[in-house]
Every structure is written in C-alpha cells, then in structure tokens.
C-alpha cells in the first residue's frame, strides 16, 4: 500500500489577484509546503530560544561573545566560499520594496545591487507577496513596463548590463503568511518568500549570469543562520542546481547577532556572501533586550544615535574586520534621505551629510553601502570610486587594529546625550505617520524627507516604551509618561487632520495608527514585534 500524499498548501481568505496562477502554480506551492514541513518545527524551537535568551539578559544585563564557539573564533583557515562575479562589486545598493515602479526604477539606479524587499520595506499584503514575486519573475523575463497613471509617464527597463544585480529579502522568522497554510497552520513568511522566489527564478538567474542572492533579516543567532543553510542546501537539491548556488548577506540589526558575527558566517560558509550593519533594527534589539537594564541603556533621540557613537562604532568596525577576516563583503548602513523637488537647500545640507557618512564607511573598510533613493546613488558612488578605484572591493583591508571587547558593543551610557522633548514628539510623529501607511499596505513611507520602514517605527515606539518606563526628565522639565505620550499623540492627530483636510483624515487609518502606536508603546507587556499586533490588522 502506497503512503498517502502529504496534504497541499491552502490558500485562505485571500482576493484573487491577476496572473496569480504564475506565481502559485501547484508546484511552487508543494515546494513551499516541504519547505514548511522540514523546517518550520526548528524556527519555532529557535523562536522559543529568543525568549529564553531574552529572560537570561533580563537578569543579567550583559551578553558575551560565546564560550561554546570559542574555537571557531580562534581558528584562522576557514573562509567563506569566494563570491560570484555578479556579487563582487557591491559598492552601492539600493533598498526598496518590490511593487512594479520601484521594480524598474531599483533596477534602472546605477546601483550596483537592489535589495528586493518583502520585509521591512513592504507591508505584507497578499497583493504584496504574490505580485511582488511576479514583479521579479516579469524582471528577469524583461517582461515589465510601467505607466504611472497619474502622470502618464512610462518606465521600462534599461540593457541587461546596466541593471542592478537583485538580492532579495525574505521576511523575518517570527513573521507568519496568514494566507498560506498547511493543515489549518500559518506557514512561515520567510519561507513563503524564499520559497516561491526560489523555485521560479533560480535557475532562470543562472542562465542570466547571477543566481538567487538573498538578505537573511532579524537573524538573532548562528543557529538560525544554521537553519537558514540548511534550508539552502535542501532548496538546492530540490530543485537541481549545484550546492552553494545560493549567496546569503546577513544583517546584523540585533544585538545578540553582533556577538555572533563569526559563527554566523561559519554556519553559512558554503553560501555566505557578507555582514550588512544596519542602525535602526540594531537600536530597536538594545531597547527590547536590554529594557530591564536601567538608566545606563537608556537611548537618546534616535537621530542623536549616529554611527560615530562609541558602542556603534565598536559594532561597525567589529563586522567590517570580521567579515575580511573571513572572505566576506562587509555593508553599510542606509542613507535614508529623500531629495525635496522645493528646497535645494534642504538638499544641499543632506547631501553633505550623507557624502561624509559614506566617505567614513569607504574609509572604515566597508565594501559598500546602502541608499534609499536613486539621486544618493551617484554620492555613495563617489565616496566608494575615491577608495576602492577600479577594484571591486576591499576585502583585503584586514582591520587588525581592531579591537573590540563584549562590553563595548553595550556601551550604551559612553554617549554624551539625552533624550528630549522634541525626540519624543518625532518619535510620535514618525510612529503614526508610518503605521497609518503600512495600514494601507504601504511599508517604505517618506516622512519629513527620511524614507522610513518598519525598523523606524521599531525604534519609535520602543523608544517612547523605554524613556516612561526609566522615568526619563526631559530638558524642559516634563517627565517622560504615558500621560504626556497620549496628550502629544492626541495633538499629532489633531495637526494631521488640520494639515490634510477631513475628507483625507476620514478615508485614512489615522486613528487606527494612533491607537496601535500607544498600544505598543504603552502596554506594560513589551510586544516582541509591532508587526505581530499590526498583521492583526492589516487588511489584505
């Protein structure tokens, strides 16, 4: 008697979309179900770990690098495998989700790489998961145009040589696709958006010279990135493409990742392709982890955090040396300015500021760099023309004066700065504003010339969290509680009724937003993730 058929993947309370059928074929979606089967029960395991590792923190307010990997640390011959020629030069990348403009446009950039986003920058609507992907597969078919409807202009895509190389980021692993189950289970999104990326394109990307590169978010330990390669090499096989086909770029945006940066390359060796420092995700895990920690972790407003603070740049100066140490690309951080078509000067100072924040990472050893915007593409550019010249990186700058010790990358009081009045009102703005878009189904949203995603509103919330409940004082006299944050949330919603009308105001989730934002702001139970809560209600 023959073993019954393992049950197929459900689809569930979902709007049918055009040309869906390409994207969810019925052997995609068994993919995806084996997928979830296989590896599903070691996320949740890993998922469980975070918590306990949560708590250890909570008592201790430390972390150190790993006794257990000691040795991996110490032993000097392994290195990741060599890059693949289409992921050699990374000196810029642009970020940004994958809806059909910003597909043609990322590609067009000049940019060397375009992170594809089905994370942060993208609100997971079921229009957003499946049409991206056919985005991507219409991408590599050269089967895309656009037409913006309101102002008729057309986009199409430039010659194959000119056009970004795609890495493409999955979900983080808390993250569950409501839409997609098997017996009557949600299946993980990371492995919903790799899944189906994968089996459509893999092999149609080498037979175009690349391969499928992929952004591993919210990774919090090597044995997640563990999972992650074992998840590679099962896709690999299941499909029929040669073993360390797959390129892997880790971001380090948690704190507990940064004492792991070895062992995370270690585990990936095989597919590894770089460390990436971000700063918002990386604020918003010292907040959550250290929350218990006292007046010492207390975080000043978010734009005094820079990456010129001490135990910032312990964390940036730690991955560039470790990621030479070990064959890998080392990548920077994100500018994240939005040019104003009406102030030239607005422009002009920004602009400044993001050559030197680029001239310092090219200085500092990074490979390269990420920037929002395609009118950044040609100022990072320069900042990594000036150092790198025709080479495609430089990998063999070996940073051996770095020294970074465990307590540095948690030297958070060596800051000279405070929280303030004004930091609370941005926070506030900045997490309203940015809900009520994602509500929408909108995840990279430009608010007062900064392009924000879901980090931003990450770090805004948990900042409000942590400033009320160590009874911060600010400078002019007002304690920090949850009094004060309701009063500054109320005349936030006030001024964006006044300042788009009634009728916009009604036809908005405004109050929707300003509701989740004190919710996960204020609630004494710290949400892991103000995803998880704002999924809950993200039509779609």
Known sequence: ??????????????????????????????????????????????????????????????????????????????????????????????????????????????????????EDASAPT???????????IDAYTRNIDFTDPGSGKSYALKDADELATVVTRPRGWHLNERHLRLDGEPVPGALVDFGLYFFHNAQRLLDLGKGPYFYLAKTESHLEARLWNDVFV???????????????????????????????????????????AGRWDYLFSIVKNFRDGGAKFVLPDRNAVTMTAPFMRAYTELLVRTCHKRGAHAIGGMAAFIPSR???????????????????????????SWVAHPDLVPIAMESFDK?????????????????????????????EASPTYAGLVNAVQVGIRYIEAWLRGLGAVAIFNLMEDAATAEISRSQIWQWINAGVEFENGRKATAELARKVAAEELAAIREEIGEEAFAAGHWQQAHDLLLTVALDEDYADFLTLPAYEQLKG
Request: glycine share 4%.
């Open 387 to 415: 150092v790198l010249g025709d080479r495609p990186n430089q990998k063999d700058r070996l940073r051996e004066d770095v020294h970074v010790e465990a307590a540095d990358l948690i030297a958070v009081d060596s800051l």
């Open 1 to 118: 008697m023959s073993a019954p058929a393992p049950s197929p993947l459900a689809i569930v309370d979902a709007v049918p979309l055009p040309r869906q059928e390409e994207v969810l074929t019925e052997a995609a979606l068994a993919f995806v179900a084996e997928l979830h089967r296989r590896f599903t029960p070691r996320r949740d395991e890993l998922l469980a770990r975070r918590a306990e590792r949560r708590a250890g923190i909570a008592r201790t307010s430390t972390l150190d690098f790993l006794p257990e990997t000691a040795a991996i640390r110490a032993d000097d011959s392994w290195r990741v495998a060599p890059s693949p020629a289409a992921l050699d030069d990374r000196r810029v990348e642009i970020t940004g989700p994958t809806d059909r403009k910003m597909t043609i446009n990322a590609l067009n950039s000049g940019a060397k790489v375009w992170l594809a986003d089905f």
């Open 126 to 136: 079921w229009e957003n998961v499946v049409l991206g992907q056919l985005n991507l």
């Open 234 to 276: 099962f896709a690999q096989d299941y499909v029929g493409i040669p073993q360390g086909t797959v390129r892997a770029t880790v971001l380090i945006e948690t704190i507990t990742a940064a004492y792991e940066m070895e062992e995370i390359l270690y585990e990936l060796r095989d597919h590894a392709s770089g460390l990436n």
């Open 342 to 368: 009406r102030d030239a000067e607005v422009n002009k100072v920004a602009f400044e500021k993001v050559r030197a924040d680029k001239d310092r990472e090219a200085g500092d050893g990074f490979d390269g």
